[in-house]
Every structure is written in C-alpha cells, then in structure tokens.
C-alpha cells in the first residue's frame, strides 16, 4: 500500500490565484480530513468526508473548499489564495469505526505571496 | 468543544535524560488520546494511542504515556532518550460519540524536542 499520498510537496503561489492539493489513499478509508500546520499552533482541522458524497468543516475553513466523489481522492481547493493561506497542509485518513488512528501524507508546503 | 494544551513549547535535554511532556486535554466525556511525532522534514507518525483499558500504554521507540482521568492528562515519558528523538510532539485528543464525524482530532501546539550529544 502506498498509504496516503499528496501532490504537489512545494508549492508557490501570487495572491489572488487558485490551485488544489491532491490527496489519495489506498487503504479503504472512509474518513478523510485535511488539517494545516502553523508554528506553535499544532495542526488545525480544515475540512473532513466521512464518506464519498459527505463533507463538512473542521475549525479553519474559510478560503478552502473539498469534495469527495471517490473513496480514495480527497482535494482541497484554495479558490483565491491570501498570504494567510501561506502554511503546510497535510490530509489524513482512517476508518470511520472502531479504531481511530488516522494516517498522515507527506505534506504540501504552500507559499502564497 | 474539545481542546488540548500542552505546556512545554521547547524543552532541550541531553542524550540519557529522562523526558516527560505534559499534555491536558479538556472534554467531559469519553475520549481517545494519541501521541504523534514528527521529525524534521517528516510527516507525522503515530507514537502511541489510547483507546480503553490500561491507562499505561507503551508504544514504539521506548516510549509510554500514562491516561490520568481525574486529571484529564495524558503525559508522555521516556526513561532515556537519544538524540535521533529530536522531533516536534503533538498530542491529539478524538472526543467519542459526538455527532458529525467522530473521528476528528484536536491537537496540542507541539513540544519541539532538542537531544544534544
């Protein structure tokens, strides 16, 4: 299994442009979020699916849209990036019952200039 | 809402010292409480979880974290640690039985670890 993957891992924007993060994951999950890292305030909850067709927010998402067509693919969508936008942003997966363990992607580092 | 507050931001110790990071969550119900790593450049790794049962969990790399209810915490230890344990700490916490998507973790700030040789 590949685990959770995220395309692009670095990338650099101009205010005002949109672009989104990819996230897959090969494991049959059904829950999936994304979460963004700022220093010294952890990882802040943007969005999550608790199934295909299913999303709703998490505690930061102003600026961020999502879908979840699939099982496996769940991008995050900046439709007008800031310069507050400017951190690192990591999806994440698990099962929906039993054990809540989720696993983490590799990261996007976004700068939005 | 659920928060979680770890207290130590930097703490730096040298290789053989005994380490304790102190994490307080606040929910009045039942909870699932994790540790997770991350060492620079890296994404996060689990450490440790805590479900049920023991409140004592040990998990990889020596390391263990103790469940203390009345106290709402759930303090990481290791015995001795080594200086390939520098990496940032996070504490999460996953409120059970809430509706709208009980997997969802609130983390800590982080405790950003420095082992020196």
């Known amino acids: 299994n590949a685990g959770v993957t995220q395309t692009p891992k670095f990338q650099v924007l101009k205010t005002g442009q949109s672009m989104t993060l990819q996230c897959a994951q090969d494991m049959n999950h059904e829950y999936m979020s994304w979460y963004r890292q700022d220093p010294g305030m952890g990882l802040r909850l943007i969005h999550y699916s608790v199934g295909a067709g299913i999303t709703d927010q998490g505690e930061v998402p102003n600026g961020y849209n999502v879908s979840r067509s699939t099982t496996e693919d769940f991008p995050l969508r900046l439709l007008s990036a800031a310069p507050s936008q400017t951190s690192v942003y990591f999806c994440?997966?698990?099962?929906?019952?039993?054990?809540?363990?989720?696993?983490f992607g590799p990261g996007t580092r976004l700068t939005v200039t | 809402a659920q928060s979680v507050s770890q207290h130590n931001h930097h703490v730096i110790l040298s290789e053989a010292a005994s380490l304790e990071l102190g994490c307080n969550y606040s929910y009045g119900g039942t909870v699932n409480l994790f540790w997770y790593v991350q060492y620079p450049g890296q994404h996060l790794q689990l450490l440790l979880k805590?479900?049920?049962?023991?409140?004592l969990v040990k998990g990889i790399k020596g390391f263990e974290a103790e469940f203390i209810k009345s106290k709402f915490s759930f303090n990481l230890r290791k015995p001795s640690v080594q200086w390939s344990d520098t990496a940032e700490y996070f504490c999460a916490v996953n409120a059970r039985g809430l509706t709208g998507g009980g997997n969802k973790l609130t983390f800590g700030t982080g405790t950003q670890l420095k082992v020196e040789l």
């Open positions: 994440a997966s698990s099962y929906s019952r039993g054990s809540y363990e989720q696993y």
């Open positions: 805590y479900f049920s049962g023991d409140p």
